[in-house]
């Protein structure tokens, strides 16, 4: 049984020279899977009208669907429908309906409608238009020896919005798609290696067509265990047969199952207990805050913080001692105590959490060289520091012990857990 | 006078699954580009043999260097090294310097050195090894037809040292490269499109070999003009002429020059001006503060913050009135205005700036639906409030807001400035 298979095809200059990180395509991949379709290759090339055409030539090769991101703008260097135009034997022509959106967008923004935008509107006379309802660039559907071509605007909410609404639905309906499967078990504490050797007689027995990935990233590593099969009541059997044997194996290690960043497996035991939380920051400036409250409905337990740059605002807003930062300094096993002991109490909090490091790339002494951090947790029974050393930038310094302080809540939230 | 060209293959389920995002490319990709090298094409591919062996068949058609990143784990599902092994008819010989660095790796981390790790100081015998002092699997440095095949870790870190350190000053010296000079100009406050009709005189009076760029992003339009030459000062001096024309035409909407974030823009003003500046945050939950603190040297200008999220903080700690939220709400003008205004006081800042809002999901009415954010900017002259509508998602309406902070503080920064 052969799968359905796409190739995701980025253009523009702006990716190729790193002047954007291309986040789409792994949108896209996340989609594409969901729906059963196998991901190939993703092409990044420049906006040359050469470039585009030997990209298709050969991605329709090897994919059933092109999807095409960029290169649709209004402006000198966007090539992509007219390249299109030629690829598919066909001239451009205006499209009253997209010229309305393109309007009336402008009419809300209270802008006036430039030629250029206008513009926008001519698509190639053989494509189905895909509507744009949030910005002035319509996507394109063209079919060709049964496979599909779409091309949609780079630009990301715009993409996803078609996407969701229109290019998804239709694949799913144009293709007959097998069921691809993936559970995804989120682990915290072990290294890749050390997991590997404990789950490799787990690993050697899996049916083959089961395949497991390791997904190391920020502060753990994500396994990811896939399968495919026309079955597909079946093959979510078969898997979960396999994720189930792993508790008895790494119980501890293993924060959630699903796509559920650390944050939110937080968040979640914080509802279901009915706890609260405060944060007191230093060197992480607001970051620990902002991963606490990205998760929706955190207003539920994240009450607020104290981000405590200055040594003036530690002793002014977390009652920190003038000895304590004398005698031991900001970055300090005792400092850090105070500042989750008495962020808790200030906001009346079921738990503190705090931080205060050397982010870098200054402030580093050969005592307490850049990278240095110590974190706690602080609730009333008991309070927990920890001593951090990256030697990291700056943004990474602040985002693993940021990471490291949501592992040590998570450690404490659950007695049982290891380091 | 042909360009040095570049290909880089990614290689991983997970970038294709959409598991994870590929930002090494995009850094690549700028690194390249410094040092005179053209990326032609960047290649996401699966992890299986037969499809690494095409992409370097295809890529050596196209690229005179190829880089590839991932594949190098010490686990069953990467194949990397051994297909590189057989595509350059060699087989895998122990290298000793490796081992060590793996070893002294593991001692330092306290962890016990596993076969798995050992087996990755295992390199093919014709490649010179690039040193990886950061992680377990070293780099592979092949030349063939006067092409060269450099293979590292996707481990961000690990690769950017490895660059960093080995395989950009390696490639410089192997390659003799033009000179491509990139020119950014970085722009808030205008559309693309309008932006484009103001520039079009002067793009279309541009020499054939400079050539301009729009890269729109979350909150402004970056301009890149690019040129090719081998005599760097004459490119140089062109590319500056141009640029030096453009204050002429849209000067206020200007915020810098070159790849700078407005946060550090706002912060070298900061800096220069010596003024200080306290965040108070509702909706934003912490975000302005990082941002602001992302900014290596930011505690020279930023002192404290105060994440206001439940409505008894913002009374406790920013002196918000209960007439003022039950007459207006927490969303509201009166409110965030207070915000700005007492968190100065509290800082004794020369600056405060507060946002307030519905991130959403959840907590939309009627009056005010997901995505109605009010920010305010504070001084001892004047405080500023604007009303924000965004539909997007949380994250996105938490950073789009962050955003349009950072850009109220740098139009009240400069008086001047239009919105």
Redesign the interface.
């Known amino acids: 049984m052969k799968a359905v298979t796409a190739e995701i095809i980025t253009i523009g200059?702006?990716?190729?020279?790193?002047?954007?990180?291309?986040?789409n395509?792994?949108?896209?991949?996340?989609?594409?899977?969901r729906i059963g379709v196998k991901?190939?290759?993703?092409?990044?090339?420049?906006d040359s009208a050469e470039?585009i055409v030997l990209a298709l030539d050969?991605a329709k090769t090897r994919a059933d669907i092109i999807l095409m991101t960029g290169g649709l703008?209004?402006?000198?260097?966007d090539l992509t429908k007219h390249v299109l135009a030629d690829y598919f034997h066909t001239s451009l022509k205006l499209h009253e309906p997209s010229l309305a959106d393109i309007a009336s967008l402008f009419k809300t923004?209270g802008?006036e409608l430039?030629e250029?935008?206008r513009q926008q509107a001519f698509l190639p006379e053989n494509c189905t238009p895909v509507r744009n309802v949030l910005g002035?660039a319509p996507g394109m559907w063209f079919e060709q020896d049964g496979k599909v071509y779409v091309s949609m605007p780079g630009?990301p909410?715009e993409m996803k919005r078609m996407m969701t609404d229109t290019v998804l639905p239709q694949l799913k309906a144009y293709f007959k798609t097998p069921h691809i499967i993936?559970k995804?078990i989120q682990t915290v504490g072990l290294?890749?290696?050390?997991l590997?050797?404990r789950l490799e007689p787990w690993?050697d027995s899996l049916p083959g067509h089961l395949?497991?990935?390791?997904?190391?990233?920020l502060g753990g590593v994500?396994l990811?265990l896939?399968g495919q099969s026309m079955n597909e009541a079946k093959l979510e059997q078969e898997l979960q047969q396999e994720v189930d044997k792993l508790p008895g194996i790494i119980g501890k290690y293993i924060f959630a199952y699903g796509e559920v960043p650390l944050e939110e497996a937080i968040g979640q035991q914080l509802k279901e207990r009915g706890l609260t939380i405060a944060?007191a920051?230093s060197c992480?400036?607001?970051?620990?805050?902002?991963k606490?409250?990205?998760i929706?409905?955190?207003?539920a337990y994240?009450?607020?913080?104290?981000?405590?740059?200055?040594n003036?605002?530690k002793m002014q807003?977390l009652s920190i001692k003038p000895e304590t930062l004398q005698q031991h300094g900001a970055v300090s096993e005792a400092t850090v105590r105070a500042m989750a002991e008495n962020v808790r109490l200030k906001?009346d909090t079921d738990i503190g959490v705090a931080t205060s490091g050397i982010a870098?790339?200054?402030?580093g002494t050969p005592g307490k060289p850049v990278g240095t951090i110590w974190i706690a947790y602080s609730d009333k029974y008991k309070t927990v520091a920890k001593l951090l050393n990256f030697n990291?930038n700056?943004?990474?310094n602040?985002e693993y012990s940021t990471m490291a302080v949501l592992n040590l809540l998570r450690q404490s939230l659950e007695p049982t857990v290891e380091e």
């Open positions: 200059d702006e990716i190729l020279y790193g002047q954007i990180v291309d986040t395509s792994a949108w896209m991949g996340t989609e594409l899977t991901v190939k290759q993703i092409t990044s090339i420049s470039h050969n703008g209004p402006t000198k260097d923004r802008i430039t250029l935008n002035t630009v909410f993936h995804v290294p890749e290696s050390i590997a050797e690993e395949k497991l990935a390791y997904l190391p990233h994500r990811r896939t944060s920051e992480t400036g607001g970051f620990v805050a902002h606490l409250t990205s929706a409905g955190s207003s994240f009450i607020g913080g104290i981000i405590a740059y200055h003036e605002v807003e906001f870098g790339p200054d402030g990291k700056r943004l990474l602040i």
